[in-house]
């Protein structure tokens, strides 16, 4: 889902070709250090400890680890090992802000946010569509790169027929307005 979530945000985003295919099979592959994570963690119904946490926060650099013996796959490898970072900084595994942030991670943050915020979790329901897209929505340009958040959500909303409101700006910042995105009345 992550993949072709990804694939979908690239092509509202007209990167195709040798980029679109390597960001697209990081994608696929984002997640691949969960195998390293034990069960009890992946699984578990509730809130994970701190502890736990930090366990679970391996898993980029795990996945990283693990296929960094593909040198011709070197970029696919930092996507995956940074897919956890958040444009502000306050990310895994590196604390990487803004666009030292690999643009293919970028992107693969979007997606999987989103198929995580929409798919039932051990611990939580899957939220609605709307709500998951709202979120992404208020994440721009803190958690997320907003320009990627922007072409999601018009693909998205397209592909859903779904019409989000759009949060006011917050103090200092421009709007970030996607195209299919109008101001609430």
Do not use: C
Not at 35 to 55: C, F
Not at 98 to 118: E, K, L, N, Q
């Amino acid at each position: 889902r992550v993949a072709d979530l990804t694939r979908q945000t690239l092509s509202q985003l007209k990167i195709y070709g040798l980029e679109a295919e390597i960001i697209e099979t990081a994608a696929r592959l984002h997640d691949i250090g969960k195998i390293g994570i034990p069960d009890g963690i992946l699984q578990k119904p509730g809130r994970l400890t701190a502890e736990e946490t930090a366990v679970m926060q391996t898993h980029s650099k795990k996945g990283a680890d693990l296929l960094s013996k593909y040198k011709n796959f070197s970029r696919g490898v930092s996507m995956i090992m940074h897919h956890h970072e958040r444009w502000d900084g306050t990310g895994y595994p590196a604390g990487l802000s803004g666009y030292a942030i690999p643009f293919g991670a970028r992107v693969i943050a979007v997606a999987d946010s989103y198929d995580a915020m929409t798919s039932e979790r051990p611990y939580r329901s899957a939220l609605d569509n709307r709500q998951a897209i709202q979120i992404l929505l208020e994440g721009r340009g803190s958690q997320w790169d907003a320009n990627v958040v922007n072409a999601f959500v018009d693909m998205i909303s397209e592909r859903l027929d779904v019409k989000p409101q759009v949060m006011p700006a917050k103090q200092g910042m421009l709007p970030l307005m996607s195209k299919t995105i109008a101001n609430p009345p």
